[in-house]
């Protein structure tokens, strides 16, 4: 019975130095694995963020092309505003315009029928101030008043000259075109004839 015995405790050293070195090589295994599961994970981690970058910069592109649509499109709506504002924007002067017109085709319509030729001339002159006082008050323009003024090379423009013992100084004294200022800017100059001292 003490061989048993003896057997049994030689064999518990070796069972216990065998489950041991498992136990070892059961942990060298396992570290590898949980070092692989590690990387895994990173790389799983590494790839979600890539997955997102890529998501999020597909979202940019996209908003980057739809606000260059937005932006082409804009161009293209102010280019029409633009091009139509030009178009009408003397839409009101011709409003103001259409009721000279009327005033001739009347005066037209009255000399054909053999009106007073007197009465012809005051409705065309009448006509005449009125269309100038509109287009003053309405427009900015304004007549240069010139014969009898001292000549100014900026607002009139010599056509002829004569000399004159009476002046002192260069003198409009006939006017062949009258001249415009529009916001006190020439527009014309008046075409005149000047008088010139001796």
Do not use: S, T
């Given at each position: 019975m003490s061989k048993p015995k003896e057997e049994k405790?030689?064999?518990?050293?070796?069972?216990?130095?065998?489950?041991e070195v498992l136990n070892e090589a059961e942990n060298e295994?396992?570290?590898p694995a949980e070092e692989q599961v590690e990387e895994v994970s990173q790389e799983e981690i590494l790839q979600a963020k890539v997955e997102e970058l890529e998501k999020a910069n597909a979202e940019l592109k996209d908003q980057m092309l739809r606000r260059q649509a937005?932006?082409?499109?804009?161009k293209k709506r102010l280019i029409?505003?633009?091009?139509?504002?030009i178009q009408f924007s003397n839409e009101n002067l011709i409003k103001d315009l259409l009721?000279?017109?009327?005033?001739m085709d009347?005066?037209?319509?009255a000399a054909k029928n053999g009106g007073d030729l007197n009465g012809l001339v005051e409705g065309f002159e009448m006509t005449r101030d009125q269309l100038l006082s509109t287009l003053d008050r309405n427009w900015g323009l304004k007549a240069i008043e010139s014969v009898g003024k001292?000549?100014?090379p900026s607002l009139h423009e010599a056509c002829m000259m004569a000399v004159d013992e009476s002046l002192d100084k260069e003198t409009?004294?006939?006017?062949?075109q009258k001249g415009y200022t529009l916001h006190e800017r020439v527009i014309r100059p008046a075409k005149v004839k000047i008088g010139k001292p001796e």
């Open positions: 405790e030689k064999k518990q050293p070796e069972q216990e130095i065998r489950e295994i396992k570290e937005e932006l082409e499109n804009y029409r505003d633009k091009e139509e504002a009721g000279f017109l009327d005033n009347r005066a037209l319509a001292e000549f100014d409009v004294l006939d006017e062949f």
